[in-house]
């Protein structure tokens, strides 16, 4: 089982760049998630979807913007990159059941010079 | 304010000892959900145990329980019989109101552990 997998894995921008992370589960959830986590902050939610062609913002949406065409991908797009964004990005997803966990991708380092 | 307070940012313990993690939350909600993560030095979130505002136990899961204290708002993770692969940092979260799935969690800033031999 891939679970949630992230690509890519590192990614070094220069200012004002953009990109687009790309996250994928296999496990046919309904609710999918995009974190940062930067150091001693723990992690904030970004932007989050119910279900396929719905999209929310969360705690830190700006400069950031998702989209979610099928249900199995949630893509997290950086349209003018800044350095306050470089930071560990994770995607996560999970299944419509109380109390169900999320299951989180390996995540995305992202550096902005 | 914090919703979720984790006040060691460092604990060590020996091989084989049990530790309990500390976590303290701040909701107006009655019903809410609290998650625990472990991050090890690899990176990836793991979910290790969740208790429900309405489980009238503590959970339980291998050598990982919650002291759940619904007056005191704590939630804290108890790790019996430490091994050296519990070295990572550890996350506290909850969930505010009801939900059937949908999960909008707030992470606390996190514990990292230290077993040694």
Redesign the interface.
């Known amino acids: 089982n891939a679970g949630v997998t992230q690509t890519p894995k590192f990614r070094v921008l220069k200012t004002g760049q953009s990109m687009t992370l790309l996250c994928a589960q296999d496990m046919n959830h309904?609710?999918m998630y995009w974190?940062r986590q930067d150091p001693?902050?723990?992690?904030?939610?970004i932007h989050?979807s119910?279900g396929e062609g719905t999209t929310a913002k969360?705690?830190v949406p700006d400069g950031y913007n998702v989209s979610r065409l099928k249900k199995q991908n949630f893509l997290l797009g950086l349209e003018s990159a800044a350095p306050s964004q470089t930071s560990?990005y994770?995607c996560?997803s999970?299944?419509?059941?109380?109390?169900?966990?999320?299951?989180?991708?390996?995540?995305t380092r992202l550096t902005v010079t | 304010a914090q919703k979720i307070t984790q006040t060691q940012p460092g604990m060590f313990v020996q091989e084989k000892e049990a530790v309990t993690l500390d976590c303290t939350y701040d909701t107006s909600d009655q019903s809410y959900g609290l998650f625990w993560y472990k991050q090890p030095s690899s990176g990836e979130m793991i979910f290790l145990i969740y208790q429900g505002s309405y489980d009238e136990q503590n959970a339980t899961e291998g050598r990982y329980s919650l002291n759940f204290q619904k007056a005191r708002k704590s939630a804290n993770l108890v790790i019996s019989a430490s091994q050296l692969g519990d070295s990572a940092m550890y996350f506290c979260a909850m969930r505010e109101g009801r939900s059937t799935g949908f999960q909008k969690l707030v992470f606390g800033t996190g514990t990292r552990l230290l077993v040694s031999p």
């Open positions: 309904e609710y974190y001693g902050m723990g992690l904030r939610l989050y119910v969360g705690e560990v994770f996560a999970n299944q419509n059941r109380q109390g169900s966990p999320l299951h989180f991708g390996n995540g």
